[in-house]
């Protein structure tokens, strides 16, 4: 029993169950505990970026064939996009299907937009694809770092894991360093872990009591329908993804289960971004295929957030009486290809999107949104999780693509044979207290020593 409870996913779901107890029956002080919460995120986004940086960097240096570099990013690319699409198509075929706001037959005259005009204000901004690209270059590489800039980081860690590479013997010092310094900030995200279970707690205690559970009642169905497609895309999508790639997905999620409720817990994909990343490693992944293509996959591979966004934009037309025809869907379709790139990851970035989004097209009224106010906070965890899930599974498909993962590595963790039993053995390395020694997979498929 006390090494059951002494489980991280355990103690979290203990943590969630206990929040919503507590924001249910106790809603004014469930409300004030969303620091509980927040200041969780920030401790892992403390550790976010200089993980993604040095990950990046080392993995890039160690590579014998540059050549490679460019055939990984190129398929990650290809595999977000496509998945990317799916899922929006996946979400306008359910909500038309289903149509959970048929007959609510609202006026957005009369609707008051002074909840939502932050979220309006925020999405004014224009940004074009020259405007991304200028955007891709940091300022300094100190601003991007300070303001945890997941592409701008991934810019420069990329470039200077190239320069790395191509200087030799003179880079040792630069790299072992790099490696002890991992090492170190993965110690330190152990320590962190171990409060995920009081965020939970807050971020939860926060989230029912702030909107309670009445305004899931009234919108149950575009709830429940969200999380039934949700749940479909994971399991008939990525199943057969995982299934193509050799591994098994129900083994896969119970490997990640920690990361899963710590998502649950607080609507943050990018909350577990750190552990999953040495997860993956662990697994038996490539360094480099981890380092480029999970932080990329929270901008560019958004599948649960894909799918809110055709869900939503369809449901606010139909609950307005908002005429739309099939061309008039496809648009919507079209534009969220563009838009939802960089809206994953944290709670509330979402939101913003499907404004201006809305805003863009000029023909769904954007004030329909304040119906979703009080209910998207509770979707945000089937999105989250989505999210997490689909960029799991791409990195080890991506790495399976390009022969950058082990598989026997790979089949021996899956099947609870070289799992660690805490947290410490994981993020502190696979050390000589593990019972698999540490392997790196070069991207042609080929062992080499570590």
Sequence with gaps: MRRFFGKLYVQVLIGVFAGAALGLFAPHLGSDLKPMGDVFIKLIKMVFAPIIFATVVLGIARMENMKELGRVGVRALIYFEILSTFALALGLVVVNVVGPGNGMNIDPAQLDTKAIAGYTAASARPEGFVDFLMHLVPTSVVDALA??????????????????????????????????????????????????????????AFTVGKYGLGSVVSLGKLMG?????????????????????????????????????????????ESVVPQLMRKLEHAGVSKPVVGLVVPSGLTFNPDGQCIYYTMAAIFIAQATNTPLTLTDQLVVLGVLLLTSKGSAGVTGSGFITLAATLASMGKIPVAGMVL???????????????????????????????????????????????????LEELYEGEDEGSNVKPIRVALDGERIAA
């Design 372 to 422: 979703l106010l009080g209910v998207d906070r509770f979707m945000s965890e089937a999105r989250a999780i989505t999210n997490t899930i689909g960029n799991a599974v791409g990195t080890i498909a991506i790495a399976r693509w390009v022969g950058a993962v082990d598989r026997d590595r790979l089949s021996q963790v899956l099947d609870g044979k070289s799992d660690p039993e805490n």
């Design 147 to 204: 303001r945890n800039d997941i592409l701008q980081i991934l810019v420069f860690a990329t470039m200077f894991g190239i320069a790395l590479s191509h200087i030799g013997p003179r880079a040792k010092p630069v790299v072992d360093f790099l490696d002890s310094f991992t090492h170190g900030v993965f110690s330190v995200v152990g320590m962190i872990m171990r409060l995920a279970p009081l965020a939970a707690f807050g971020a939860m």
């Design 225 to 269: 329908t969200m999380y039934i497609t949700c749940f479909l895309f994971v399991a008939i999508v990525l199943g057969l993804i995982a299934r193509m790639s050799g591994f098994s997905l129900w083994k896969f999620l119970k490997y990640i289960k920690d990361e899963l409720f710590t998502v649950l817990g607080t609507s943050s994909s």
